[in-house]
């Protein structure tokens, strides 16, 4: 497992994103928090790149009550992953709750994104 700190130049602050390994890293991490969102992205792909600090935004305000998992769809180790959640278009977004997907989105859609964090954020059931 790998812990990134991504520096964000807007805001002066540093982010905690939960990169795996592979699958089976994937599959712990997820189960064994409650909040997770998942960021299927590519490195080449300029909406993933456009929603990317909105996310981070998100991600700080929560303060570690809702974990970021980002998944690279190009990664060999997470194949299976990618594959299991039917990943077929970048970004894609799949908020899980108790290890459970809860919601999902597909795209660089701001507004979507901000509404279903809240949802999951505020979640006690």
Not at 66 to 82: C, G, N, S, Y
Request: glycine share 4%; with cysteine.
């Amino acid at each position: 497992c790998i812990y990134l700190s991504l520096y964000q130049q807007q805001t002066n602050t540093f982010i905690m994103v939960y990169t795996p390994d592979d699958s089976e890293d994937f599959d712990e991490y997820v189960s064994s928090n409650t909040r997770v969102v998942v960021d299927f992205f590519a490195e080449w792909c300029g909406p993933c790149k456009k929603i990317a600090p909105k996310l981070h935004e998100l991600e700080e305000k929560a303060d570690g009550a809702v974990k970021v998992v980002k998944v690279d769809v190009d990664d060999e180790d997470l194949e299976a992953t990618v594959q299991k959640y039917k990943v077929r278009a970048m970004p894609t977004f799949k908020f899980f709750y108790k290890g459970k997907v809860v919601k999902e989105i597909t795209g660089a859609d701001e507004t979507a994104l901000v509404a279903a964090w809240e949802e999951l954020a505020n979640r006690s059931d």
